[in-house]
């Protein structure tokens, strides 16, 4: 059985390039990193605002400059945080009767944890610079992961 020519054509593109071009091995494991880090037993809560990416006029014309602010959402809530020197202030909503919040490293270990009060608000030690994410553990819920976020 002969094989068809657009796979053979296909093949001997991808050979060209990955020897002309080839994709860098960041990027590559970046990719893997990401997939790796994601469990099963967590929802996702995805960033929806960061004020480090607006721009200069739209972020002066809200609030205070040089204050990094983040919002995340998953399907049961919402965490918005604020950037401070040394720390994360931030609050949960609808906030929950009690939650653990992990401050977790790049390689998935847990920097900090503080704990949320009544009204859903939480401040989480912040040392060094890196790739961190916010995990939030709520009794009789699934456990929410911020997606990752630079600091």
């Known amino acids: 059985m002969n094989a068809d020519p657009h796979d053979e054509l296909l093949d001997e593109l991808r050979t060209v390039l990955r ?5 860098p091995a960041e990027v590559t494991d ?10 099963l037993d967590s929802e996702l809560a995805e960033l929806l605002e960061d004020s480090a990416l607006e721009s200069e006029s739209a972020a002066l014309a809200r609030g205070v400059a ?7 959402r998953s399907s049961e809530l919402t965490i918005d945080v604020e950037v401070q020197p040394g720390s994360l202030l931030g609050q ?16 998935g270990d847990v920097a900090a944890t503080a704990d949320s009060d009544a009204l859903g608000r ?3 030690a912040v040392e060094g610079e890196g790739r961190f994410r916010l995990r939030i553990l709520r009794p009789g819920a ?6 990752w976020f630079s600091l």
């Open 142 to 147: 699934s456990a929410v992961e911020t997606s």
């Open 30 to 39: 970046f990719a893997k990193a990401a997939l790796g880090w994601r469990r």
């Open 19 to 23: 020897r002309t071009d080839p994709v």
């Open 122 to 124: 939480f401040r989480v």
């Open 66 to 72: 040089g204050v990094r602010s983040l919002t995340f």
């Open 92 to 107: 949960l909503a609808p906030p929950p009767a009690a939650a653990t919040i992990e401050l977790q490293l790049e390689n």
